[in-house]
């Protein structure tokens, strides 16, 4: 099952599991508005966790360059904003947005003060804790520079490991629905990240057949299943006891373990390399960043009422639309402003881009 590889520069299996994730982050949040009780759904918000595995596997198997946060940057930044200003100025909840979450909300700083996620934009929170990882990511190469394969791994895995004390924290625990939400601070998603660091620490080391896919979606199928169990924690909005909330992120690990790695360490995907998934895949981060808001448009567009049913009809037309809104900021604000601050030509980069070269861990 597992032989020595060398390694691709680009993995196009990736991008379509990023459109997966990204259609499945819809699904959760497509069946809480329209109340369907379906629990399983609730667990879709695991693709996050698989969004998190997929940014660490792709930066830390590249060195860090002194361009890197301007690339991040560019990136990030230019849609986001976008997104945020529009959804301010047109979206018909944020008007009761206040001054302190038009600001942190504009910042990727809402996750650090009370009450900062804001309608329309609630779903962001995600992306806070991302970006904290971008800017973490440097240092974290640099402190671990010089060291073995083996023992980087090590220290990985110790950090997921540790972070598994931060919810039991007193001003973690403590938390009661008002003030400051600490458990959703970065240090509790780092084993999240450490899933796609390990699968950059074993690329070219071991290569994972075809053949284990099948089973993996199976595997992440069921860990799916037994999460949204009321045994397992809470569901609906209820905030998670420690032990409840660590139990949710070694669930969300293992199941990014089993979306990412087999891809990440394997060949070619006939599927998720399809031109509808290559395609879904390079607008996912627009998806992920509009369909809330578009989510939120649909009710009345068709004068259906929130929480009243009606899953399909509202996914299919959540979907349709923030697809078309999606694929506009791509070619109008994500492209443009990607090569514009990069200082290059698209059609240069992108043919670049198509020759495989062999990379190392930036650590």
């Not at 690990?253 to 006939?270: I, N, Q």
Request: charged residues 15%; hydrophobic residues 55%; glycine residues 6%.
């Amino acid at each position: 099952m597992i032989t020595i590889s060398t390694v691709p520069q680009h993995l196009p299996a990736l991008d379509g599991i990023r459109a997966v994730a990204s259609l499945g982050i819809v699904v959760t949040h497509v069946s809480f508005q329209t109340g369907t009780d379906w629990a399983v759904a609730e667990r879709f918000d695991y693709f996050v966790a698989v969004f998190f595995a997929l940014s660490a596997f792709v930066l830390w198997r590249r060195p860090v360059n002194p361009t890197y946060y301007r690339n991040r940057a560019a990136r990030i930044v230019p849609a986001y904003l976008v997104c945020v200003v529009a959804v301010i100025l047109l979206y018909p909840d944020a008007r009761s947005m206040d001054i302190w979450q038009i600001l942190t909300n504009l910042t990727l700083t809402q996750i650090y003060i009370p009450d900062g996620l804001a309608p329309g934009l609630t779903h962001l929170w995600s992306l806070c804790v991302e970006v904290a990882f971008y800017l973490a990511l440097p240092a974290i190469a640099l402190s671990l520079r010089g060291l073995t394969h083996n023992r980087r791994v090590a220290v990985i895995i110790g950090a997921a490991a540790l972070s598994f004390a931060w919810p039991w924290l007193p001003f973690v625990a403590a938390f009661d629905g008002d003030g400051i939400n600490f458990q959703i601070w970065p240090p509790s998603y780092i084993p999240w990240f450490a899933i796609g660091m390990l699968a950059a620490e074993y690329e070219g080391r071991v290569h994972i057949t075809s053949k284990i896919r099948p089973v993996a979606w199976v595997v992440a199928a069921v860990i799916m299943w037994l999460a949204s169990r009321e045994w397992f924690g809470p569901q609906g909005l209820v905030h998670p006891e420690p032990g409840e909330f660590n139990r949710r992120i070694l669930a969300g690990a293992c199941f990014a373990a089993c979306l990412v790695v087999p891809y990440a360490l394997g060949g070619p995907s006939k599927v998720l390399e399809s031109k509808t998934w290559q395609f879904l895949g390079k607008i996912s981060y627009s998806i992920f960043l509009w369909h809330v808001a578009i989510l939120g448009l649909m009710f009345p567009l068709t004068g259906i009422s929130v929480f009243s049913g009606h899953f399909l009809l509202i996914f299919i037309l959540t979907v349709a639309f923030t697809i078309a809104v999606s694929y506009a900021c791509y070619e109008l604000v994500e492209e443009p402003a990607r090569f514009y601050f990069r200082g290059k030509k698209r059609h240069a980069t992108a043919a670049a881009a198509k020759a495989p070269t062999k990379t190392e861990s930036p650590a």
